[in-house]
């Protein structure tokens, strides 16, 4: 499919703020491209109203909903108000078109212009509401790729090209298995996204060796050691690591309203995978809980009288709930120690504590106790797991409190404990 030229996607994007909500403008883009390639398909001129009738059969044909029809019909309609507003404008983003298009026709094999690419991938991603997390990952595998294949043109590559890639990964660079792994699942997703195409039979490929994943795991005394030397609010954190099995993101993204001491319940939501699971309180802790809490009350308080913007919303929830910022039940549970500038619209608002803080104070407190193992934010999650295990919990237990989708994903940790068997106890005769 033929991408928009910039300068033309830039004043349709323009066009789009201004009445369209920003939640649809990646569909809008995608109905132009649809379109501008369509036209350019049948030989029809994409400037004459009279080309949208038949582009609207097409998409009845392919079987789109109403709903998606009505849609294009609007995207493209933006897109004739954008050319009659500036019909000399129009005519250079037409000629320019042509001329990426007459460019496309004679692919290049090296040094050709991903730009492209990595605008549908970040749009693909968005769609889709993956994390920022995968959005860098893939991104990154492939700018690794656009280099492996020295900026070949996308037209022009194929499943060979990534077999020689990963074959490398695994041979020359000597990467793991999850690596290997990461990077196939990273171009397949572009490929067939992206490029809309399929990788085909991936055989022939060298891959790295697989290895069982036996987690590290800390004893108890461990634990209170390094609590122990650990600061506050990262005390606390890593009390929750622990006495909930909560990821480190999962922990810090926890809101005020997540945390209910009634019925000793905390809810992660958007956990990995955009899960929502609920996690037992440790009654332990509530104390300590409630404490902080009056401390983060107290400092929003003062954000309040200070003027602040707020704290960082998911998605559109700001504009759709206008006070929610300001809203004490939205605050981060872990709030960040200073206020965070937005350079787009020039305010202070406030973040949750940094994830490389608490790496920092853990590593520090795990040295000082001169524990020899490589302990980092996420054993406290495996000790959760194997704890349960050790004290007689069921598999399936843990794998909800952990928010696993397969409980095989579960069962390594039946790795990290003693195997211990319990019978009842019987005669001999009835053997």
């Given at each position: 499919?033929?991408?928009?030229?910039?300068?033309?996607?830039?004043?349709?994007?323009?066009?789009?703020?201004?009445?369209?909500?920003?939640?649809?403008?990646?569909?809008?883009?995608?109905?132009?491209?649809?379109?501008?390639?369509?036209?350019?398909?049948?030989?029809?001129?994409?400037?004459?109203?009279?080309?949208?009738?038949?582009?609207?059969?097409?998409?009845?044909?392919?079987?789109?909903?109403?709903?998606?029809?009505?849609?294009?019909?609007?995207?493209?309609?933006?897109?004739?108000?954008?050319?009659?507003?500036?019909?000399?404008?129009?005519?250079?983003?037409?000629?320019?078109?042509?001329?990426?298009?007459?460019?496309?026709?004679?692919?290049?094999?090296?040094?050709?212009?991903?730009?492209?690419?990595?605008y549908a991938l970040e749009s693909e991603?968005?769609?889709?509401?993956?994390?920022?997390?995968?959005?860098?990952?893939?991104?990154?595998?492939?700018?690794?790729?656009?280099?492996?294949?020295?900026?070949?043109?996308?037209?022009?590559?194929?499943?060979?090209?990534?077999?020689?890639?990963?074959?490398?990964?695994?041979?020359?660079?000597?990467?793991?298995?999850?690596?290997?792994?990461?990077?196939?699942?990273?171009?397949?997703?572009?490929?067939?996204?992206?490029?809309?195409?399929?990788?085909?039979?991936?055989?022939?490929?060298?891959?790295?060796?697989?290895?069982?994943?036996?987690?590290?795991?800390?004893?108890?005394?461990?634990?209170?050691?390094?609590?122990?030397?650990?600061?506050?609010?990262?005390?606390?954190?890593?009390?929750?690591?622990?006495?909930?099995?909560?990821?480190?993101?999962?922990?810090?993204?926890?809101?005020?309203?997540?945390?209910?001491?009634?019925?000793?319940?905390?809810?992660?939501?958007?956990?990995?995978?955009?899960k929502d699971r609920t996690v037992p309180?440790?009654?332990?802790?509530?104390?300590?809980?409630?404490?902080?809490?009056?401390?983060?009350?107290?400092?929003?308080?003062?954000?309040?009288?200070?003027?602040?913007?707020?704290?960082f919303l998911p998605n559109l929830l700001?504009?759709?709930?206008?006070?929610?910022?300001?809203?004490?039940?939205?605050?981060?549970?872990?709030?960040?120690?200073?206020?965070?500038?937005?350079?787009?619209?020039?305010?202070?608002?406030?973040?949750?504590?940094?994830?490389?803080?608490?790496?920092?104070?853990?590593?520090?407190?795990?040295?000082?106790?001169?524990?020899?193992?490589?302990?980092?934010?996420?054993?406290?999650?495996?000790?959760?797991?194997?704890?349960?295990?050790?004290?007689?919990?069921?598999?399936?237990?843990?794998?909800?409190?952990?928010?696993?989708?397969?409980?095989?994903?579960?069962?390594?940790?039946?790795?990290?404990?003693?195997?211990?068997?319990?019978?009842?106890?019987?005669?001999?005769?009835?053997?």
């Open positions: 499919m033929k991408s928009i030229p910039h300068q033309l996607r830039s004043n349709y994007d323009s066009l789009l703020i201004k009445g369209v909500h920003a939640r649809e403008h990646a569909y809008y883009r995608k109905w132009l491209r649809y379109y501008l390639d369509y036209c350019q398909k049948y030989g029809l001129d994409e400037s004459d109203k009279g080309s949208l009738s038949p582009f609207i059969n097409k998409l009845k044909e392919k079987k789109q909903s109403d709903k998606q029809q009505q849609q294009a019909v609007k995207a493209i309609t933006a897109y004739y108000e954008l050319a009659s507003a500036n019909k000399e404008k129009w005519n250079t983003f037409k000629d320019r078109y042509e001329e990426i298009s007459r460019k496309k026709d004679k692919p290049k094999l090296v040094n050709a212009d991903w730009r492209s690419i990595y991603i968005k769609v889709r509401h993956y994390s920022e997390a995968t959005l860098r990952s893939y991104r990154g595998w492939t700018r690794k790729f656009q280099g492996f294949t020295k900026s070949k043109d996308p037209q022009l590559l194929s499943d060979t090209d990534v077999k020689a890639f990963l074959s490398d990964l695994a041979v020359n660079q000597g990467v793991a298995a999850s690596t290997q792994n990461q990077a196939f699942n990273s171009l397949l997703f572009v490929f067939r996204h992206v490029l809309k195409n399929e990788f085909g039979a991936m055989q022939g490929v060298v891959r790295a060796k697989t290895k069982p994943y036996i987690p590290t795991v800390l004893s108890r005394e461990e634990i209170d050691a390094i609590l122990s030397r650990l600061a506050y609010p990262y005390d606390l954190v890593v009390r929750l690591l622990y006495g909930c099995g909560l990821r480190l993101f999962e922990c810090l993204n926890l809101r005020v309203q997540d945390l209910n001491f009634d019925t000793l319940i905390a809810t992660v939501h958007n956990g990995k995978g955009k309180l440790p009654e332990k802790i509530v104390p300590e809980l409630k404490e902080h809490l009056n401390s983060v009350i107290i400092t929003h308080q003062q954000d309040l009288k200070s003027g602040y913007a707020g704290t700001e504009k759709k709930y206008q006070n929610a910022a300001i809203d004490l039940n939205w605050q981060w549970f872990f709030p960040a120690k200073t206020l965070t500038l937005v350079p787009e619209t020039k305010v202070y608002k406030r973040y949750h504590l940094h994830k490389s803080h608490v790496q920092k104070a853990i590593k520090k407190a795990v040295r000082v106790a001169k524990i020899s193992k490589r302990a980092s934010a996420h054993t406290f999650r495996h000790s959760f797991a194997s704890h349960l295990l050790q004290a007689n919990y069921d598999i399936r237990t843990i794998q909800e409190l952990l928010g696993h989708s397969d409980v095989r994903t579960t069962m390594i940790y039946t790795h990290t404990i003693k195997s211990q068997t319990i019978k009842e106890a019987k005669s001999p005769l009835d053997f």
